[in-house]
Structure formats: structure tokens, C-alpha cells
């Protein structure tokens, strides 16, 4: 049967309305491009579908609909279709809609997003570990999440300082080097040196004669800081002491990380106290023309404390990988270097274990606290492992609090990421940024800029990020950005 367009169209809207008809194109259903089974399947669901609501129709008649009724209806609709097999690559597409791709674009340029910092005020010795952390950390605080990250930046400013002038003098003192920090309200106070016990066979020399500082004995590692904005100080409720250490660079300390048997730490009265003969020895050993780590560290943390008496302090210690295992010994360290010592507190980023039970014991009864941000992927933090020599079986203990991150919870990372990116030390700012909690996906409003994640882990990020960044001309030898070794904070 046939319809006439003029019985139910008006005469005045008749012409606009044929002509629009005319323009109607026949269009491709996506359902077209299916196989059969996969029409079958879906079509199945339905049918399911609609035969369970039909017996269930009669129990709702009389029950009065609410939007939030409507809206479970069709939530439970959608679910029972299982319309997302459809169109595997529909995700894909909502990751790279308008929004999300303006949100890509700004993580990705040159300018810099700040979050505001909080006021501390009288609960900093919570953020500082005074109780380990407790109702902080799952879900992640806020305050807490911006402190992480702002002292993950100050040990990547000591990588910086270090490969920006790698090399020792031979025969005389090394000169005061300047060093970039990511936080102006600080200001560096101390250069730090650690030097292996251990030479490389002369072989090495013979083969390789041009390795240059990659066989120097003694190393930059690191440095002391310490807060001095008076606004800063009064936002995080005390003067801040920052010791920043840098991870393994030399060969040398590749070779005092392998020296993995338990030692009896030096000046304790229990021997079952051990460490990793290797970390202590880039600990305590001195140069030919620079002092120990251990003195050096000592010695300004004392004159700090005599500078200033009086004041409200706190003392932290920060490091990746090497530098996380020796900011144990230094906590270790300076906890009793004087009579009235400020709180210490120890982040570390991908750092192996250390030490045995006895030797957490020892820094829990100094009241040092550790929160050790571990990433599940990263390998570094698994090791060493249990030990067997002369008849007793000797196991490394991690100390403190940990916060967990995973490398599958990012949406820009690989999850299949290699060991380098796992235990990269921007990839642990990257995660730790996006992290709201154990359970939850990467926070969708993370301010970290993606530009050094993206340069130095191009690789371990997903292509499809990879490719935007640069049809979106985001590309850093395109637009020519430089890259800093530190990226500014994006707490400030």
C-alpha cells in the first residue's frame, strides 16, 4: 500500500520536504561488516535479552520508573547486548575523541601545567612519615602524591648535575658545581662523592682505554639542599633538609652492585647487623682527593643542624635505584650524628634491598621512616634475594612503607614495557602521578607533562600515542623543545 506524501504532509511544506527526501542516501550498517557468526551471537543476546525482560514486565506495572531506575534499565540493556565486541577498535576511537586529544595535546607541549600546593601547616609530620603513612596512601593523598613527585624531581636534578659534567680531576680536588633544581626555594648546600673499594682489572684498560669517567673510581653522586623561601617554609611547616641521590652511572658501581654478600655494618654492637657489602662500600669508602659519602653527609648535617638551632627541621633523603639502597645507610647514618636530630625520612624510588631483618630493626628503633615507591614491573626491586654461606641462610628484608604503582595502569605505557622503562625513574613520576589507588584506573586529570616520558621512552609508549604526537606536530625535533635532564615541578 502506498501512501501519498500530500495526505499527511502540509501543501506549504510539501516541496522542502521531497526535496530533502530526494538528498536521503542509503548508508552502510556497521553490523554489515561483521562475519555471520558474529551477527548470530549478537543477535542471540538480544533475543535473550528481550525474552527476560518480557517475563519480567508484569512484576513492574505497577512499580513507578525513577531516572535512576531508567537509567539501570538501559545500563543492564547495553551489558546484556555486549555491543563493545562489535567494534574492538571503538576505544581506540573514544581515546582519541576532541577532548581526550586536547588533553594529550597540552600533556604533551612545551608549556608546563602547575597544581596548587597546599598548606602542610601542623600535619607535615604526617606527610613526613610520622606514622608511617597510615590512611595515606590508598587512595593516594593528594598533598602526599605532590611531595612524592617534587622529591623524585630533585634526584633526577642529580642525575642532570651528573652527566651534565661526568668526569673527576685526576690529581687534585674536584671545584663546586652548579646544579639545576626543580624547586627554587632551595638551595644547594653540599656536593656528594661516592667511590668504590674495588679497581677494574687491568685488562679492561687494555681492551677498552677510552671508557674515559666510566672507570673513575670516585663519582658525583649527589648533593645537600636546603629550603630557604621563608613562604615555603611556612607552607610546609619547617625548614626542609633534602639529601638527593643519583642511580648506578659508573662501571664501577655496576661492580660494587654485584658484590651482593651480607657484611657486618661497622661500629654496631650486633653483629647480625648486615648490608650489602657493595653499597657500603660506596658508603663508606674515601677517595684520593674527596672525603667519603658518609663523612660528607655527616658533617653538613651537623653544621646545618648548629645554622639552624632552633628552628623547626626535617631532614630527607631521596634516591633512585644505587641511590635509593645508600639513602638507607645515610638515614642510618645521620639519625644519631647528634644529640637532638630532626625527623628523618627516607623516599626512594625502585630502590633493591639493603639490608637483613636485623638491619631494619636497627633503623626502626632510630625512628627512621621509609616510603618506598615500587613499581610491580620493576625487577630491581626484587633483588637480592636469599643468600647461602658458610652453613646459615642469610635473607635481604626491605624496610618501611611501600607504595605500590603498576606500569599496565598508565594508558600511554606499554604493558608490556621493557626493564629500563619499568624502572625508569621519569616512568615512576609518570605513574605515581596518575596514581589514585589500588583499585582505580590512572587518574584522568594527571598534570605531569608527557614530553620526557615520550622522548626517552618513545619505544615503551603506546603507538597510537606515538602517532598523535605527531600528527599533532608535537614532535620535540620538530618544534625544537628542549628537553631539561629536570623537568620543572608540576607541584608548584
Same mark, same amino acid.
Given at each position: ?92 576511537? +573514544? ?330 625513574? +621519569? ?66
Amino acid at each position: 500500500m502506498q501512501i501519498g506524501v500530500n495526505s499527511t504532509v502540509p501543501a506549504q511544506n510539501l516541496l522542502v520536504f521531497q526535496t530533502k527526501r530526494a538528498s536521503f542516501k542509503c548508508r552502510k550498517s556497521p553490523l554489515n561488516s561483521l562475519s555471520t557468526e558474529s551477527t548470530r551471537k549478537h543477535l542471540s543476546n538480544l533475543e535473550k535479552l528481550l525474552q527476560k525482560t518480557n517475563q519480567t514486565d508484569s512484576d513492574r506495572v505497577n512499580k513507578p520508573l525513577t531516572n535512576g531506575s531508567i537509567s539501570i534499565k538501559r545500563k543492564g540493556l547495553f551489558e546484556g547486548l555486549k555491543l563493545w565486541d562489535i567494534k574492538p577498535e571503538m576505544k581506540a576511537a +573514544e581515546e582519541m575523541s576532541p577532548s581526550h586529544l586536547n588533553r594529550l595535546q597540552r600533556l604533551l607541549s612545551k608549556t608546563m601545567e602547575y597544581s596548587p600546593r597546599n598548606n602542610l601547616g601542623s600535619r607535615w609530620r604526617e606527610y613526613h612519615g610520622c606514622n608511617d603513612w597510615s590512611g595515606l596512601l590508598d587512595p593516594l593523598d593528594e598533598n602526599l602524591r605532590r611531595e612524592v613527585v617534587r622529591y623524585g624531581e630533585f634526584v633526577q636534578a642529580a642525575y642532570h648535575g651528573f652527566h651534565s659534567n661526568p668526569a673527576m680531576p685526576v690529581d687534585e680536588a674536584p671545584l663546586p658545581r652548579h646544579v639545576a633544581l626543580p624547586d627554587r626555594s632551595y638551595k644547594v648546600t653540599k656536593s656528594l662523592y661516592a667511590t668504590s673499594s674495588v679497581g677494574l682489572p687491568k685488562w679492561v684498560d687494555d681492551m677498552a682505554p677510552n671508557l674515559g669517567w666510566m672507570t673513575q673510581r670516585s663519582s658525583w653522586i649527589g648533593f645537600v639542599a636546603v629550603c630557604d623561601d621563608r613562604r615555603e617554609i611556612q607552607r610546609m611547616g619547617r625548614r626542609d633538609i633534602v639529601i638527593a641521590l643519583r642511580g648506578t652511572a659508573t662501571c664501577l658501581e655496576w661492580t660494587e652492585n654485584f658484590r651482593a654478600q651480607l657484611v657486618r655494618i661497622p661500629g654496631s654492637d650486633d653483629s647480625n647487623q648486615r648490608v650489602e657489602c657493595g653499597f657500603l662500600s660506596l658508603h663508606e669508602t674515601r677517595g684520593a682527593h674527596v672525603p667519603s659519602l658518609a663523612e660528607s653527609v655527616v658533617q653538613e648535617v651537623q653544621r646545618l643542624i648548629e645554622m639552624y638551632k632552633g628552628e623547626t627541621l626535617s631532614i630527607t633523603i631521596t634516591g633512585h635505584s644505587l641511590g635509593a639502597a645508600l639513602s638507607l645507610l645515610v638515614a642510618d647514618e645521620i639519625s644519631s650524628c647528634a644529640p637532638h636530630v630532626p625527623p628523618v625520612a627516607v623516599f626512594s624510588f625502585g630502590g633493591p634491598r639493603v639490608g637483613n631483618k636485623s638491619f631494619v630493626q636497627r633503623l626502626n628503633q632510630k625512628n627512621v621512616k621509609v616510603l618506598r615507591i615500587v613499581n610491580n614491573q620493576d625487577l630491581i626491586t626484587r633483588v637480592p634475594g636469599v643468600f647461602i654461606g658458610d652453613n646459615n641462610s642469610w635473607a635481604y628484608t626491605h624496610v618501611g612503607t611501600e607504595l605500590k604503582v603498576d606500569t599496565k595502569m598508565s594508558p600511554y605505557l606499554k604493558p608490556d614495557a621493557d626493564v629500563a622503562c619499568c624502572h625508569d625513574l +621519569e616512568a615512576y613520576l609518570h605513574l605515581v602521578d596518575g596514581f589514585l589507588s589500588s583499585n582505580c584506573p590512572f587518574r584522568s586529570n594527571a598534570k605531569r607533562s608527557l614530553v620526557k616520558l615520550v622522548n626517552e621512552q618513545r619505544s615503551n609508549v603506546k603507538q597510537l600515542y606515538t602517532h598523535k604526537a605527531l600528527s599533532l606536530n608535537l614532535d620535540r625535533d620538530r618544534l625544537n623543545v628542549p628537553i631539561p635532564g629536570c623537568l620543572p615541578s608540576p607541584s608548584r
